[in-house]
Antibody
Framework: EMQLLESGGGLVQPGGSLRLSCVGS????????MHWVRQAPGKGLEWVSS????????DYADSVRGRFTISRDNSKKTLYLQMNSLRAEDTAVYYC????????????????WGQGTLLTVSS | QSVLTQPPSVSAAPGQKVTISCSGS????????VSWYQHVPGTAPKLLIY???HRPSGIPDRFSGSKSGTSATLGITGLQTGDEADYYC???????????FGSGTKLTVL
């Protein structure tokens, strides 16, 4: 069974930094692209960032580009999201998610999601 | 504002059928595969449909997907109270070089 377990959420002051982690199990981690998707309170799902299976290709939503960095360590089966210059509008539940393909742009869908980790940005 | 537009809410009685639309453009739906997700708040979203009209194993055939031009549709037949959730379409936008999700539709089974 595929499983994704996020960690690292918490309360951060505006302008602060935080790193989220996500450990995958039950599948060949390096063979699949991975995503971070978030849901702000009372809002819908918002795609944040993606990374290809090899860790070379990355994409970002305009709202986080230049502030967030996605990376992965395939030897540790772990996905990361480094978040800097955090803003109140980054407050959300952050989901780690697995793509059905090694490349994101083929849009074959996201077939496994973690339970999410809550980030609150507030003074 | 999402580039994929969905109705904010739909409702129907148990046992009935409902459809949820997802409207996009030539840079997303028209030229890329569409997926559909079910999300009960507080839980992990679930993939219902991938590649426009394919169901993952374990998803009942009450759920179906279709696509025509710049629009996609999720159909749910034999509605059950357990189907109450938020539903999202998703795809890749070639111009934005982004994954995109629809605005979401809340399904109420009356």
């Amino acid at each position: 069974e595929m499983q994704l377990l996020e960690s690292g959420g918490g309360l951060v002051q505006p302008g602060g930094s935080l790193r989220l982690s996500c450990v995958g199990s039950g599948f060949t981690f390096s063979s699949y692209a991975m995503h971070w998707v978030r849901q702000a309170p009372g809002k819908g799902l918002e795609w944040v960032s993606s990374i290809g299976g090899a860790g070379v290709s990355t994409d970002y939503a305009d709202s986080v580009r230049g502030r967030f960095t996605i990376s992965r360590d395939n030897s540790k089966k772990t996905l990361y999201l480094q978040m800097n210059s955090l803003r109140a509008e980054d407050t959300a539940v952050y989901y780690c998610a697995k793509d059905r393909d090694i490349i994101v742009a083929v849009a074959h869908g996201i077939d496994s999601w973690g339970q999410g980790t809550l980030l609150t940005v507030s003074s | 504002q999402s580039v994929l537009t969905q109705p904010p809410s739909v409702s129907a009685a148990p046992g009935q059928k409902v459809t949820i639309s997802c409207s996009g453009s030539g840079s997303n739906i028209a030229n890329n595969f569409v997926s559909w997700y079910q999300h009960v708040p507080g839980t992990a979203p679930k993939l219902l449909i991938y590649d426009d009209d394919h169901r993952p194993s374990g998803i009942p055939d009450r759920f179906s997907g279709s696509k025509s031009g710049t629009s996609a549709t999720l159909g749910i037949t034999g509605l059950q109270t357990g189907d109450e959730a938020d539903y999202y379409c998703g795809t890749w936008d070639t111009s934005m070089k982004n994954c995109v999700f629809g605005s979401g539709t809340k399904l109420t089974v009356l």
